[in-house]
């Protein structure tokens, strides 16, 4: 079994910082793409970062210059730090990694259970 687990959501007023974390375990071959979308209320899920095993990273619009996305291949572990939050990134925030299990030949999208993030004075 896979799992993603995530930490460090929680309540913050406009301009402050966040650090989301996501660690992915269990029987785990590779790692290509991990990332985070979020879903904010009466929205559709998007893709905030993501972020291959190579290190290249892909960022929304929104949140260019003011999120950083990284991982730890060793760990298989992806961060995201955000910084001069706004009310509208209030949202449940999730880790997606698109990863191969040893035994299996294809790679799985797989999710973590959400976290909430609030941005608001």
């Known amino acids: 079994q896979v799992q993603l687990v995530e930490s460090g959501g929680g309540l913050v007023q406009p301009g402050g910082s966040l650090r989301l974390s996501c660690a992915a375990s269990?029987?785990?071959?590779?790692?290509?793409?991990m990332g985070w979308y979020r879903q904010g209320p009466g929205k559709q899920r998007e893709l905030v970062a993501s972020i291959i095993s190579g290190g290249s990273t892909n960022y929304a619009d929104s949140v260019k210059g003011r999120f950083t996305i990284s991982r730890d291949n060793a760990k298989n572990t992806v961060l995201l730090q955000m910084n001069s939050l706004k009310p509208e990134d209030t949202a449940v925030y999730y880790c997606?990694?698109?990863?191969?299990?040893?035994?299996?030949?294809?790679?799985?999208?797989?999710w973590g259970q959400g976290t909430q993030v609030t941005v608001s004075s």
């Open positions: 269990g029987r785990i071959f590779s790692i290509y793409t």
């Open positions: 997606n990694a698109n990863l191969k299990q040893w035994g299996y030949d294809r790679f799985d999208a797989y």
